[in-house]
């Protein structure tokens, strides 16, 4: 087993650049996930992770080895795709045992190894059956016990899930986090759901065009978003982000939302946000279940006509737009609202974004 670092790693086909100056740092035994919108350079990362390309500049190392060169028999990794590319023609217990045989390895090992794999990835009763008497759960589990067989000292995972359906897609995505727990191999995990990145990371890279905008622990990402980007890729539904301007009047620090007709004024911490210029143009955000349902009246409660609501049984989501900016807010089932009504919504926990740059004004 083994940390992974990739240092200064850059990657380019052409003159198109796809990655630049990429740094990721995966301690020993740490499931990690990269996670991006598609074509921002993932499975790209991952195949020079497994040595299925080759890097324009930059290093990988697996613990204190230098891998950027090597071939990938080499580097003993192990990779799960996103197809499950079985062979046809073999049951599943020869599916599992076909690495091992190709490289000789004695046949009790072979045994004891494909039955404990199936064990763990409840294939026991599977063995003998054909890949296409499977279905594509049970398909997408040997095709990851084929990878478990190996031992290898780091797992990549390419969108294993995402020829899923969605409950299957979770059941799947337990058995991955429980599989972890168990064998403690380093694991790179590649995913556009941010869904399953949340659940699934001990730590999370955010990629977006080529660069890693934020790493981190899911939680503390999704509390203390660095940039718009990533404020808006994690949470669903997203943060509710609004243009503002900031206002100074002696003490009274707020973010002025106009639409032409009128304004909201939200009260900004000063001792929560860095750069707070009179007439500084900001992205103010909020998440949806960071707006509770207050009491007109109410000092700071922002006036909102409800134009749709969402039941969803436990949560009901209502639409509707504060100064012209669209917004949800989540509220509890018990909360009776219809198309139509005036909600007053007392925003929680504020997020401020420099509106050029994007970046997180949080001190
Ligand atoms: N061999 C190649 N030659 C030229 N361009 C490539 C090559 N492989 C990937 N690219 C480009 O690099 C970019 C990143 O591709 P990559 O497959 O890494 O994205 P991704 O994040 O995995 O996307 P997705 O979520 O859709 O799988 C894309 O714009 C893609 O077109
Ligand atoms: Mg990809």
């Known amino acids: 087993m083994a940390a992974v670092s990739i240092t200064k790693l850059c990657k ?48 990988i190392m697996f613990g204190d080895r230098e891998v950027t060169k090597l071939e990938p028999r080499e580097r003993d990794v192990a990779m799960v795709f996103q197809s499950y590319a079985l062979y046809p023609h073999l049951n599943v217990r020869d599916n599992l045992a076909f690495g091992l045989k190709l490289r000789k390895e004695d046949p009790a090992e072979i045994a004891k190894r494909v039955a404990e794999v199936s064990e763990m990835l409840g294939l026991s009763a599977l063995l003998g059956r054909m890949p296409k008497a499977l279905s594509g759960g049970q398909r997408q589990r040997v095709a990851m016990g084929r990878a478990v067989v190996r031992r290898p000292s780091l797992f990549l995972f390419d969108e294993p899930l995402s020829n899923l359906d969605a409950a299957l897609r979770a059941q799947v995505r337990v058995d991955i986090r429980r599989l972890h727990r168990e ?35 899911p939680l503390e990402i999704y509390d203390a978003p660095a940039t718009r980007f990533v404020a808006g890729f994690l949470g669903s539904p997203a943060m509710n ?20 007709e009128g304004q909201l004024r939200v009260a900004l911490d000063p001792a929560q946000f860095d750069k707070l210029e009179h007439g500084k143009a900001v992205c103010l955000g909020v998440r949806p279940h960071d707006l509770v349902c207050g009491d007109a009246g109410e000092p700071g409660a922002l006036p909102m006509t409800v134009t749709f609501t969402e039941a969803l049984g436990g949560e009901t989501y209502a639409h ?8 949800v807010a989540r509220l509890a089932a018990t909360t009776l609202v219809q198309p139509g009504d005036l909600i007053h ?19």
């Open 12 to 59: 380019r086909f052409g003159d198109t650049v796809v990655l630049k100056d990429v740094e990721v740092m995966v301690p020993d035994g740490a499931f990690a996930v990269l996670v991006g919108p598609s074509g921002c350079g993932k499975s790209t990362l991952l195949r020079l992770l497994a040595g299925l390309e080759r890097p324009t500049s930059g290093s």
């Open 183 to 217: 064998l403690k191999t380093t694991s790179v995990y590649v995913t556009h759901d941010q869904v399953e990145a949340m659940t699934l990371a001990d730590i999370m890279f955010i990629l977006n065009g080529g660069t890693v905008e934020q790493s981190g622990k």
């Open 241 to 260: 982000v609004l243009d503002a301007v900031v206002a100074v009047e002696g003490e009274r620090v707020e973010a002025v939302i106009s639409d032409g």
């Open 320 to 327: 509707g737009e504060l100064a012209g900016f669209p917004v």
């Open 345 to 363: 919504l007392m925003p929680q926990r504020l997020h401020l974004f420099d509106a050029d740059s994007g970046t997180s004004l949080r001190c």
